[in-house]
């Protein structure tokens, strides 16, 4: 018996049995979950309907984020799944899917918001954000003008900022892992950020 994505198993809206006037038909095949977990990258190729391929990872360690507000991406790492709306279950055996809460290394974005503002963050005394402007010595008129323009329009949300210090930042998955083979997604940020925050507060606050 494999897995079917009809309708005529199912008994009618009354309860009764509808008996099988036809087949399984391959169109109606489904596929058992990829269940794509954290660790070094395995993607396989599955051929598909119409000789297409879907790219069906089953382990995965990094993907590409983007920062929205800065309009930003880069190649992170990502550390942990921290959360899932729909099941603790996915969260407890690090399961990657759309929509999950993770967890992604904040180097690459640290280091981009460095050489891009001349700001270097870095942690402070009772874990907040310290932000302190990188010396010029050595850089061009031009360099130190731009920078300096940047500077003046730049604005950094303090939750986003107390992560960076962290080394740590929380993200979203956007994209399918079992689909397409890749985790993708975004920085949180502004309300969406503070909610989950409040999330993993009180599951830590329950925890203990």
């Given at each position: 018996m494999g897995i079917s994505r009809d309708s005529r198993h199912k008994r009618r809206h009354t309860g009764g049995k509808r008996h099988p006037h036809m087949k399984k038909?391959?169109?109606?095949?489904?596929r058992q979950p990829a269940n794509t977990?954290?660790?070094?990258?395995?993607?396989?190729?599955?051929?598909?309907?119409?000789?297409?391929?879907k790219y069906r990872a089953l382990r995965l360690d990094s993907g590409n984020?983007?920062?929205?507000?800065?309009v930003c991406t880069r190649k992170a790492r990502v550390l942990d799944v921290v959360y899932n709306s729909t099941n603790n279950e996915l969260v407890r055996t690090k399961t990657l899917v759309k929509g999950c809460i993770v967890?992604?290394?904040?180097?690459p974005f640290r280091g981009w918001y460095e050489k891009h503002y001349g700001i270097e963050i870095s942690?402070?005394?009772?874990?907040?954000?310290?932000?302190?402007?990188?010396?010029?010595?050595?850089?061009?008129?031009?360099?130190?003008?731009?920078?300096a323009a940047r500077q003046s329009k730049r604005k950094l949300e303090s939750a986003v900022a107390?992560?960076?210090?962290?080394?740590?930042?929380?993200?979203a998955v956007s994209s399918r892992p079992g689909q397409c083979g890749r985790v993708d997604g975004y920085i949180l940020e502004g309300p969406e950020?503070?909610?989950?925050?409040?999330?993993l507060a009180s599951k830590k606050s329950r925890k203990a």
């Open positions: 038909r391959k169109y109606e095949m489904g977990r954290l660790g070094d990258k395995r993607v396989r190729a599955v051929r598909c309907r119409g000789g297409n391929l984020f983007s920062w929205g507000s800065e967890s992604v290394d904040a180097t942690k402070g005394k009772g874990g907040s954000a310290d932000q302190t402007p990188v010396s010029t010595e050595g850089k061009g008129q031009h360099a130190v003008k731009r920078l107390d992560q960076l210090a962290s080394g740590r930042l929380l993200a950020l503070a909610f989950y925050a409040r999330k």
